[in-house]
């Protein structure tokens, strides 16, 4: 991890546009800390997972130069956010990852920055894991890396659009607060589900923009196609699956996840 606070230095959450950048790749949903699960998708799209002399995934390739792409929400509620957080740190660093930031990586950045912020929905895992975790260098490291994550990627010469809650045509590129703002949280209607969750506007029904949206944030039960749009939040951390869409063959790939590790209503576990 040497070097890595100075290679990941960058303005926080800007989008980042890498149209020239054509794939292929592997869009995968959100994973909060759900270390074990990850590995195996990993291997299901298969890619070589490397490890260090302490048995831990510190890299992965794919034989076909695939490059894996993250929605966001990589942390928080789950068993292993270091772990996640090693793996895709380096892999980002060897330039098979790609990731933007989620509403979670967002909070956790003001934590750990020492600003007052409400610990709640798996923060608290976070913390401890990270300040549990004996390398001080990575946690220095992952910090770094965590504020430098953009906020949208634009790549394959602007055909595919990745932002953490998805994105209305009208802010693919933008660097306002707006564009930001809705890529890390969506726009919520004011109104309240009957689990008690915030209802958000349903963004991708109206979209009918060229590229390809890919995002995760509200977790489904299943992967459907809505305009263009695909969700990839399919709750592996509530006991669903972890996703990933294989671009440009607009194919899934889900695996179960291990067990249930963070209870949330209107989720349904995968048997």
């Known amino acids: 991890m040497a070097g890595m606070t100075q290679r990941y230095h960058h303005a926080e959450n800007t989008p980042r546009d890498r149209r020239d950048l054509t794939g292929p790749f592997d869009v995968i949903g959100d994973v909060h800390g759900c270390r074990a699960e990850l590995e195996t998708l990993l291997g299901e799209l298969g890619y070589r997972i490397d490890r260090d002399e302490r048995g831990r995934a510190i890299s992965a390739t794919h034989p076909d130069e695939r490059i894996a792409v993250f929605v966001g929400d990589l942390v928080d509620r789950g068993p292993d956010t270091p772990g996640v957080l090693r793996l895709v740190m380096s892999m980002s660093a060897a330039g098979t990852a790609l990731c933007v930031t989620g509403n979670h990586e967002s909070k956790l950045v003001r934590a750990l920055d020492g600003r007052n912020v409400r610990i709640a929905h798996g923060l608290a895992q976070s913390l401890d894991q990270l300040a549990a975790d004996d390398d001080i260098e990575f946690r ?30 009208e802010f693919h590129g933008s660097a306002s607060s707006r564009a930001r703002a ?23 029904q109206d979209y009918r923009g ?20 695909l969700c990839l939040d399919t709750g592996v951390v509530f006991g669903g699956a972890l996703s990933a869409l294989r671009y440009r063959e607009l194919t899934t790939v889900s695996v179960p996840a291990e067990q249930v590790w963070s209870e949330r209503a209107g989720i349904t576990p995968a048997r």
């Open 140 to 169: 220095s490291a992952a910090h770094a890396f965590l504020r430098a994550l953009p906020s949208q990627l634009i790549l394959d010469r602007g055909r595919l659009v990745v932002a953490h809650a998805g994105l209305p045509e």
């Open 182 to 204: 809705f890529a890390l949280y969506g726009a919520p209607t004011g109104e309240i589900d009957r689990h008690g969750l915030p209802v958000r506007y349903d963004w991708a």
């Open 210 to 229: 060229r590229a390809t949206v890919v995002y995760g944030h509200t977790p489904v039960t299943e992967l459907r196609w809505v305009n263009n749009t």
